[in-house]
């Protein structure tokens, strides 16, 4: 059982900067695709960022690229995320997820593990 756990939010002003961490643990399977993904009050999950098993392949949503750099370290079976510029429209509990391939993109159920999420405050 793969098990994934965020840390490093917080509350913020406008402008900061955070960094997400997601620990892996369990199998194997933590060197495999892995992605941020965000939910805010009232909305639906959307996609941040994922990177492939080897960290060769990232992708961003339009709304973070540029700002937000995910990065790993198998070694460690941590996932990263670079959090600039932060925005009170990054406002969302994040949360990240691995598939269970070498790749993956942008749809939620391309992941079979979650974490519990660490939420993100930006005020203005």
């Known amino acids: 059982q793969v098990q994934l756990v965020e840390s490093g939010g917080g509350l913020v002003q406008a402008g900061a900067s955070l960094r997400l961490s997601c620990g892996c643990s369990?199998?194997?399977?933590?060197?495999?695709?892995m992605a941020w993904f965000r939910q805010a009050p009232g909305k639906e999950r959307e996609f941040v960022s994922a990177i492939s098993w080897i960290g060769s392949r990232t992708d961003y949503a339009d709304s973070v690229k540029g700002r937000f750099t995910i990065s790993r370290d198998n070694a460690k079976n941590t996932l990263y995320l670079q959090m600039n510029s932060l925005k009170p429209e990054d406002t969302a509990n994040y949360y990240c997820?691995?598939?269970?391939?070498?790749?993956?993109?942008?749809?939620?159920?391309?992941?079979?593990?979650w974490g519990q999420g660490t939420q993100v405050t930006v005020s203005s």
């Open positions: 997820a691995l598939a269970l391939k070498a790749s993956s993109g942008y749809g939620s159920d391309e992941y079979d593990y």
């Open positions: 369990g199998r194997t399977y933590c060197t495999l695709s």
